[in-house]
C-alpha cells in the first residue's frame, strides 16, 4: 500500500484534459487516432461521487520495457478505496491519479526492448497503480512488460481481472510458509475474493480447507468442491466446529479480520501454525498473546505492494498454471461502465459480497 512516505519521485501529468461530466457515458470507444482515450481519474482525495471524474486524456505510451495494454476489465479492490479515501493519512501519490491496478485486455503496443509478438496477446494486468500513476480505469494502460501475464485462451478475462490483487495476496498467504499439501487451511471470509481465491490455491495445494462465513444466509454459496467444512461465525460455538473438522488443530489460518478473529484463532491453533494476516477491522488488534504464545503461533502480516519479487513471480506462474486448468474461478457480483466508476466504488465501500466489482471497458 502506498501511504504517506512516497520514495518514488512523484510525476505532475499537465495535459489538459476535457472533463466529461453528467450522465454515465456508454458511446463508443474513443477514436484513437486523436491519441486520447477515456479515462477515470481522481486529483484529491475524498467520496467517490466527489473525486472521481471520467474524461479523456492522451493515451500513455510505452517506454523501453513497457507494454501498452487496451483493457476490457478493470477489477475493483477495496485498497483502490483506500488510496482514494486518503485512508490512514496516505496523501496524493501523484497529481493525478487513474485508479486501479488490476485488469485484462490486449496488448497494443509494445515499446523498444519488448518482443513485438507480444503485440495482439491477450493478458492479464496487475501492480499497474501500485506506485504508479495511472492504473487501468481506463481503455489503455501502460506497465513494464512483466506485469502484463500472457492469459491462456481458456481463461476469460473476468478472471484475469480478479488475480493481481487478490489472486497474489492468497498466494503468498498460503503458500509463504512452504507447501500445504496435507495440511488444514482455515480459510476466514471465504466467499471474499482474497479468502475465495485462498481456498482454490490451498486445495489445489493438496490442503484440507476450513472456510468461514460469517452468517448462516452464505452457506449456500460456499463452493463445496474446494472448502471441505463451512463454518459459521455467528453460530453459538465456531471454534468447536472448527475442532470437529480439525481435531489436532489448523496449521494455518488465512486471517481477514485479525482483530476480530484473534481469539477463535488461538482456541483452534495447533503447535507452530502460523496465521497470515492481511487485513484487521482495529488498527491495534488485541491478541491473547499467552495461548499464541504457548502454540508457538507465527503471525505473518501481509503487505501485497511489497511482497517480495520472487514471491510475487511464484504467484503469477500458480495463478496462470491454476485458472488455465479450471482451478481457480471468480463470482462477479456487479459490472459497471466506466462513466459508472463512483457507483462500482460505492458499492465496493457498501461492503458488497460475495463476488467481484468490476468496471467494463467498451
Ligand atoms: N494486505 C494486503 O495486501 C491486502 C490485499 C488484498 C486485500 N486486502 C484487504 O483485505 C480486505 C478484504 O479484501 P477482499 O478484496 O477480499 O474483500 P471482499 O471481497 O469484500 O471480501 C472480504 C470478505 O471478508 C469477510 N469478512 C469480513 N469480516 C470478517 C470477519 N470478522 N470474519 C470473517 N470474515 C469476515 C467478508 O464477509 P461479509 O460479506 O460477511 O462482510 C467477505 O467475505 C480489505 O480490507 C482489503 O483492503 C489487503
Redesign the pocket.
Known sequence: ?LLAVQPYPTTVDRSPAVVLRGPPLTAARTDRQDGRMRAAWYERQGPAEDVLEVGTMPSPEPAAGEVRVRLTVSGV???D??KRQGWLGSAMPYRRVVPHSDGAGVIDVVGPGVDPTRVGRRVWVYGAQSYRQFGTAAEATVVPESLAVDLPDSVDDELGASLG??GI?AHRAVYADGPVAGRVVLV?????????MAARLAHRGGATVVG????AS?LADVPRDVVQHAVV?DASDPAAEIRAAAPGGVDRVIE??LS??ADLDAEVARQGSVIAA??S?ADRPALPFWPLLFANVTLR?????D?PRDAKQHAVRDLTEAAADGGLSVRVAARYPLGDIAAAHKA?ES??????VLVTLP
Do not use: C, E, Q, W
Open positions: 500500500m479492490n477495496p485498497g478505496l483506500k490483487i487478490p495476496t476466514h471470509g471465504v466467499l471474499g475474493a482474497v479468502g475465495g468461514t462465513v460469517r452468517r452464505d461465525l481477514v479480520a476480530a478473529n492481511y487485513s477491522p502480516l501481509l503487505g501485497s505492494d511482497f465496493v461492503g458488497i459480497h460475495n463476488g467481484r
